[in-house]
């Protein structure tokens, strides 16, 4: 789940920086591409490595099906990893897409103001994607993190196993949902389909 959400940071400033930049894209050197995969594993590692070496602790979620952080558990060690994942691995990478995609829709718009009839639909397009994309990301992520909270900060028993189902499945699959987004609403990609 957290390579997921750090690979959509990355991602989004990674197109960020391809779409204003002032040179063009090179598509046969990889390097980027790498240092980016390598730069969300590791990332993800540093974040999900702790409850491994006692900082936190790992066990079954919800229904006992799935497998994350104790989010139960009350005492000072659980509750400063768990507020560290919350900013380090959702608004941190929440911040990061805002960021990039809000200044990859003001360049777009000042490109637009020179190409009034073609950029303005081009803007249109890249901003539905877009919004699109992040509407997912809160739907996805933030009932879990909503959930996750209440469980740590909440009376013991407030979220039970059934109602914590829903939620984990929402995150755990959003993966699944941008590639799918981009498909449908990059016209580029759906007219080589």
Known sequence: ??????????LSYERYCTMTGTTEADTTNYRKTWTGIVLSW???LVWTAPPLFGWSSYGPEGPGTTCSVNWH???INNTSYIICLFIFCLVIPFVVIVYSYGK???AIRQVSGINKGMGRTREQRVLIMVVVMVI????CWLPYATVALIATFGKPGLITPAA????SILAKSSTVYNPIIYIFL???VSKML
Request: positive net charge; charged residues 10%; hydrophobic residues 45%.
């Open 104 to 106: 990859l829709l003001c």
């Open 42 to 44: 590791t990332y993800s």
């Open 73 to 75: 558990s009350k005492d």
């Open 164 to 167: 914590s189902i829903i939620p």
């Open 186 to 188: 990059n016209k580029q």
């Open 1 to 10: 789940g957290i390579v997921s959400l750090i690979s959509l940071a990355v």
């Open 136 to 139: 997912c990301f809160l739907l």
